[in-house]
């Protein structure tokens, strides 16, 4: 069930300060909003409670550590039952290469970025993941030449008073 949790000028700020670098120690942090650090650890608690950060982790450049290739795919299911779409979620959930998985609208069904380490590594994923599946009717592959732009943060209004945010709880 989902509810409203509200968010103060503060707590963007922290969140915008966070996505930037998430080390930053929070006494840092607390100058930077003009609150204590009791008072900043426990509103950056309280939204990890809230479900509002989900994570803390390290953003690692695949394309430094040799993984040079990104294929975008559309796929599209031959049966589209809830259970069959269900089993291919949690497969797609399993496969290491495959970077993020949405359901999507249009033509397709879902639309997969997978990065691998080169075309072989790719065409490996794709008989086993894909074209092995026994469920896939269709896929379609679009390799990226350049990336224009890739950014994680959510850019937060720090000026309104209050925004009021959905979490699941």
Known sequence: MSKLHTLDKVD?????????????????????????????????????????ISADVAMIDPFALGYGMLAFLEVSLSNQSDEHMQEFEVRMGKEAEVMQCYFVSGDY?????????????????????????????????????????????IAFDEKSAEVQVRIEK
């Open 12 to 52: 963007r700020k922290l969140l915008n300060l966070l996505q930037k670098d998430n080390q930053t120690p929070t006494r840092t942090l607390a100058d930077k909003v003009h609150i204590s650090q009791p008072t900043c650890l426990r509103r950056i608690r309280d939204m990890r409670d809230a479900g509002i």
């Open 109 to 153: 069904d879902y639309f997969l970025v997978v990065h691998v380490v080169d075309m072989d590594a790719y065409y490996q994923f794709v008989r086993r993941a894909i074209s092995g599946s026994g469920n896939v009717r269709h896929f379609q592959s679009r390799f990226p030449m350049k990336r224009a732009k890739f950014d994680t943060r």
